[in-house]
């Protein structure tokens, strides 16, 4: 039997939300798992240079895990080993939730193959202590607007969609940024002031995607306990952003720990005009890269083939 599943790429933070929003997006990967005597990984597209190709590879790891944690007799079918095979199509280490969407689609993957022993609600916690973080495998499993907080007894989550269709330009700087890294910029502790500024935009944030009242994202998206730190890594943040709103942008964020920057739009064609005027800022400070567009993902992770 072999199953495949499609996962979508993610975006966190949404600048003041950080660490407990996501949000899914068009833009997919694909896991595909089958039985097999002994352990191989395949690996095309994004990364298909780099990927480890054996145990030492993300999904491997998660699938190990998930093995180790239910019986014996459940997990017999895969127990020899198993044939992976990683279609990645968005780009990995960019912010886009990559790492998110390996352990999302090989623990989906794996639970179909095995008769599904865990719930949706388990494989979330699973896939969050994986993981460090909720909110970019709540958004991959889930799809759509989540609100994901870890919990001594696994995940509180919340999953919405906003009530109307929404277009993120995404500007993807030809340039890697591992997650390890741009945490390691962050302050151990922060003002109350600073936490006051962020708490009072993360709840305008959800507010205003859920009600539809778009135009508060500019002042939602906000952010002092993130970005800030991090532009050392993007001198030319600031500008980006500018770039996005002047050319109309509701609002306008890094992309989980970046390099990309993610700009939301209530109109397609503007979200293209948005991601032009974002290419061409950072075009003018010297840096590669290249601009999609893409909606909201509203079903997450799922199976696309089972036979």
């Known amino acids: 039997m072999t199953v495949t599943?499609?996962?979508?790429?993610?975006?966190?933070?949404?600048?003041?939300?950080?660490?407990?929003?996501?949000?899914?997006?068009?833009?997919?990967?694909?896991?595909?798992?089958?039985?097999c005597d002994n352990l191989i990984v395949?690996?095309?597209?994004?990364?298909?240079?780099?990927?480890?190709?054996?145990?030492?590879?993300?999904a491997v790891k998660t699938i190990m895990e998930l093995q180790r944690r239910l019986p014996k007799d459940v997990t017999e079918r895969i127990s020899k080993g198993f044939r992976l095979r990683l279609?990645?199509?968005?780009?990995?280490?960019?912010?886009?939730?990559?790492?998110?969407?390996v352990r999302v689609g090989?623990?989906?993957?794996?639970?179909?193959?095995?008769?599904?022993?865990?719930?949706?609600?388990?494989?979330?916690?699973?896939?969050s202590e994986l993981e460090g973080h909720a909110d970019n495998v709540a958004a991959a499993l889930l799809g759509g607007i989540v609100v994901a907080v870890p919990t001594k007894e696994g995940v509180t989550c919340v999953r919405f969609l906003p009530p109307l269709d929404?277009?993120?330009?995404?500007?993807?700087?030809?340039?890697?940024?591992?997650?390890?890294?741009?945490?390691?910029?962050?302050?151990?502790?922060?003002?109350?002031?600073?936490?006051?500024?962020n708490l009072g935009r993360?709840?305008?944030?959800?507010?205003?995607?859920?009600?539809?009242?778009?135009?508060?994202?500019?002042?939602?998206?906000?952010?002092r306990l993130h970005q800030p730190y991090r532009q050392s890594f993007m001198p030319w943040l600031t500008e980006v952003f500018e770039s996005a709103l002047n050319a109309?942008?509701?609002?306008?964020?890094?992309?989980?720990?970046?390099?990309?920057?993610?700009?939301?739009?209530d109109d397609k064609s503007r979200a293209e005009t948005v991601a032009e005027a974002m290419w061409q800022s950072l075009k003018g400070a010297g840096v590669r890269g290249f601009w999609r567009v893409v909606d909201l993902d509203n079903q997450g992770a799922k199976v696309v083939q089972r036979g």
């Open 5 to 35: 599943v499609q996962v979508p790429a993610t975006t966190a933070n949404l600048g003041s939300g950080f660490d407990a929003v996501g949000v899914a997006l068009s833009w997919h990967s694909f896991v595909t798992l089958e039985p």
């Open 42 to 58: 395949e690996v095309i597209g994004e990364g298909e240079k780099e990927i480890a190709r054996n145990e030492n590879n993300i």
């Open 87 to 101: 279609d990645n199509r968005f780009p990995i280490t960019r912010g886009l939730g990559s790492s998110a969407a």
């Open 106 to 127: 090989a623990l989906v993957a794996a639970n179909s193959l095995l008769g599904e022993p865990l719930s949706i609600d388990q494989l979330l916690k699973l896939a």
């Open 166 to 197: 929404l277009h993120i330009a995404l500007l993807i700087p030809d340039f890697s940024l591992k997650t390890e890294k741009a945490r390691a910029v962050l302050p151990v502790s922060v003002t109350l002031t600073d936490a006051v500024f």
């Open 202 to 223: 993360a709840a305008l944030l959800v507010a205003s995607l859920s009600t539809g009242q778009i135009d508060r994202l500019k002042v939602a998206m906000q952010d």
């Open 248 to 265: 109309g942008a509701l609002g306008v964020h890094l992309s989980g720990s970046g390099p990309t920057i993610a700009a939301w739009c």
